[in-house]
C-alpha cells in the first residue's frame, strides 16, 4: 500500500513563498511519475505540476508557470513543490499524486495513489 503524506503548507502573504514537501512509503519512487493538485472551495481539483520518474521532464498549468518548480529526490522517496510569488488565487488544499510505472500526465484520473493534502492560504 502506497502513502502520500504532504507537509510544508501555511499562511503566508502574496508575494511570499511556500516549499511543499510530499513524502512517499514506496521501495523505489523512481517507479513512479508523481504530481500536485490543487482544490480551492467551491472548485474542482486541478492539475498544478508533474514531474517525470527520472525528473527529466516536468509538466505546469498555464496559472503557475514560472512561479512554481516540481523536483524530486528519489534517494529521499521525496517529491517537492517550491511556490514563489503566491497569490491568493493559489489559496487550496494541495494534494500529491503517484502513478506506477508510467509518464507524467496532468489528467487526475490516471493517478493511482493520493494524500491527504496540505492546506496552502495566500493573504493579500
Known amino acids: 500500500q502506497v502513502q502520500l503524506v504532504e507537509s510544508g503548507g501555511g499562511l503566508v502573504q502574496a508575494g511570499g513563498s511556500l516549499r511543499l514537501s510530499c513524502a512517499a512509503s514506496?521501495?523505489?519512487?523512481?517507479?513512479?511519475?508523481m504530481a500536485w493538485f490543487r482544490q480551492a472551495p467551491g472548485k474542482e481539483r486541478e492539475f498544478v505540476a508533474t514531474i517525470s520518474r527520472s525528473a527529466g521532464n516536468t509538466y505546469y498549468a498555464d496559472s503557475v508557470k514560472g512561479r512554481f518548480t516540481i523536483s524530486r529526490d528519489n534517494a529521499k522517496n521525496t517529491v517537492y513543490l517550491q511556490m514563489n510569488s503566491l497569490e491568493p488565487e493559489d489559496t487550496a488544499v494541495y494534494y500529491c499524486?503517484?502513478?506506477?510505472?508510467?509518464?507524467?500526465?496532468?489528467?487526475?484520473?490516471?493517478?493511482?495513489?493520493w494524500g491527504q493534502g496540505t492546506q496552502v492560504t495566500v493573504s493579500s
Open positions: 514506496v521501495r523505489t519512487l523512481s517507479n513512479y511519475a
Open positions: 499524486a503517484a502513478k506506477f510505472n508510467k509518464m507524467a500526465d496532468r489528467r487526475a484520473d490516471e493517478y493511482d495513489y
